[in-house]
């Protein structure tokens, strides 16, 4: 099952160091962190901060070659959780036919978020990212995801949604 969330932040990691995207529950409390590449993060927060740069970025590009081949982006999914690595599905409509495509979940929020549409986890997704959390043998994982739990909007700072 598929749950709805928004982008709640963008922020550093603490204990790494690299950007974090913050998905919430729009329906409820589960927090689900993504950590990110710098590049792509910043990708997002130009588009959080609606920033305009004098030449199109990537994921602008894209939304502009979509949008010029009459496709619509009706939403992405972060779907799957294998070996530390999260991965998408952009779900695109095109004359009727409904098709999906594999993304990096940094570069379908980027998209989501420049095309305005849904973002939704697979609740098995933010469950599993949960037991992960539990059973890591870092714990400092353990206190990070913990810590993303109980953020306010204060702790979200700067790219807070």
Known sequence: MELEVKIRGLMMDPVTNMPVVVLKETAGNGVLPIWVGIYEANAIALE??????????????LKNVLTGLNVHVQRVVVCDLKDDTFYALIWMERDGQTMSMDSRPSDALALALRLDC???VEDEVLKHSKKAGAVSEKSSSEEL???LENLNDEDLGRYKM
Do not use: A, G, Y
Request: net charge positive; hydrophobic share 35%.
């Open 48 to 61: 959080i901060e609606k920033v305009q740069t004098p030449r199109p970025m990537t994921h602008d590009l």
């Open 118 to 120: 849904p973002i939704f």
């Open 145 to 147: 995801r913990k810590w």
